[in-house]
């Protein structure tokens, strides 16, 4: 199946920085998706991208449709301790009923 | 509240025992999935529904079944568990296939001694 290369694997900062994260794959998405996971929660999702170089925000999250339509990228603007979790980009998966394959994640912990 | 429910929470089960995982839905959606969660793996799909009465195998459905006699219950049955099933179990549901977006239950926790 399509493979999802996410990075960074985990990210440690502060509150009010920045964050950016990102998710290749190895082949063509008509659809990026980006979910959170809450620790003992399952995914909900974030942002929906539906067109190539589209660039979408929700609050604090801004996620872009890459040009090539094998990349995504997501940011949050000035962390908050409530942003803690991990991120998940997804793509549809072609040969499993419009399943979603996921990158491995990025965990993020914000401290105070 | 709409959404999708699993049972149980958690569960610890012997090896070589047989276990069912419930999901149950109440928005009337048309498909719907299992992944498991491994720390480091992501969530791997184990079989999907596109419509009661079908099922199809995901990237890891070896040891696992399932069924959609209904459009709101998809059961995930471990036929003969093993430690290797130790996992953190999602059950999801879309609308319609031509809509990308998944909704997920809170997660069946099961570990297999």
């Known amino acids: 199946g399509q493979q999802l290369n996410q990075s960074p694997q985990s990210m440690f900062i502060q509150e009010g920085e920045d964050v950016s994260m990102n998710c290749t794959s190895s082949?063509?998405?008509?659809?990026w998706l980006w979910y959170k996971q809450d620790p003992g929660e399952g995914p909900v999702l974030l942002i929906a991208?539906?067109?190539?170089?589209e660039l979408t925000s929700n609050g604090r999250l801004t996620a872009q449709f890459g040009i090539t339509r094998k990349d995504s990228f997501l940011n949050i603007s000035a962390s908050i301790p409530s942003d803690v979790g991990i991120y998940f980009c997804?793509?549809?998966?072609?040969?499993?009923?419009?399943?979603?394959?996921f990158g491995k994640g990025t965990s993020l912990l914000v401290t105070p | 509240i709409a959404g999708i429910t699993q049972a149980p929470t958690s569960q610890i089960l012997a090896a070589g025992r047989r276990m069912t995982l419930r999901c149950t839905q109440d928005?009337?959606?048309?498909?719907m999935y299992w992944y498991r969660q491994d720390l480091g793996l992501g969530l791997r799909l184990i079989h999907y529904?596109?419509?009661?009465?079908?099922?199809g195998k995901g990237e890891v459905p070896d040891g696992y079944s399932v069924s959609r006699a209904n459009t709101d219950d998809f059961p995930l049955t471990l036929a003969s568990a093993v430690p290797s099933q130790t996992s953190v179990y999602f059950c999801?549901?879309?609308?319609?296939?031509?809509?990308?977006?998944?909704?997920f239950g809170a997660g069946s926790r099961l570990t297999v001694l």
């Open positions: 999801a549901s879309r609308l319609s296939s031509g809509a990308n977006v998944l909704t």
């Open positions: 991208l539906y067109k190539a170089g």
């Open positions: 082949s063509i998405f008509n659809t």
């Open positions: 997804a793509g549809p998966n072609s040969n499993s009923g419009y399943a979603l394959n």
């Open positions: 529904s596109n419509t009661a009465g079908t099922t």
């Open positions: 928005m009337r959606h048309n498909a």
